[in-house]
C-alpha cells in the first residue's frame, strides 16, 4: 500500500501564492497516475489535478485551469500543485491520492494521505 503525506497548506489573501507538496512512499507504481483532490466544508471532494507517474500528460478541473500547475519530482516520489491567482472558494482541505485511472470520482481511489488545509482570504 502506498503512503501519502501532504503539506505546504497555510493562510493566503485573495491573489496569492502556495504549492503543496504530497510524498508517496510504500508500494508505489510506475504506472500509476498521482492526483490532487480539494473538499471543502459541506461539499464532496472533487477532482482538482492529476498527472501521470512520467509527468507527461497532465489535467485540471476547469475551476483551476491557467492557475494551478501539477508536476513530479520522481528522484523524491513527491507530487507538487503549484496555486496562483487564488481565490477564497480555493478554500478547502487538499488531498493527494495515486491509481491507476484519471478517475474523477473520489471513490475510485483507495489511498489518501491526511491532507492540508489552504484557506483564502477575501
Known amino acids: 500500500q502506498v503512503q501519502l503525506v501532504e503539506s505546504g497548506g497555510g493562510l493566503v489573501q485573495a491573489g496569492g501564492s502556495l504549492r503543496l507538496s504530497c510524498a508517496a512512499s510504500g508500494r508505489t507504481f510506475s504506472s500509476y497516475l498521482m492526483h490532487w483532490f480539494r473538499q471543502a466544508p459541506g461539499k464532496e471532494r472533487e477532482f482538482v489535478a492529476g498527472i501521470t507517474w512520467s509527468g507527461d500528460v497532465a489535467r485540471y478541473a476547469d475551476s483551476v485551469k491557467g492557475r494551478f500547475t501539477i508536476s513530479k519530482d520522481n528522484a523524491k516520489n513527491t507530487v507538487y500543485l503549484q496555486m496562483n491567482s487564488l481565490k477564497p472558494e480555493d478554500t478547502a482541505v487538499y488531498y493527494c491520492?495515486?491509481?491507476?485511472?484519471?478517475?474523477?470520482?473520489?471513490?475510485?481511489?483507495?489511498?489518501w494521505g491526511q491532507g492540508t488545509q489552504v484557506t483564502v482570504s477575501s
Open positions: 491520492t495515486s491509481g491507476p485511472t484519471w478517475s474523477s470520482r473520489s471513490q475510485s481511489y483507495a489511498s
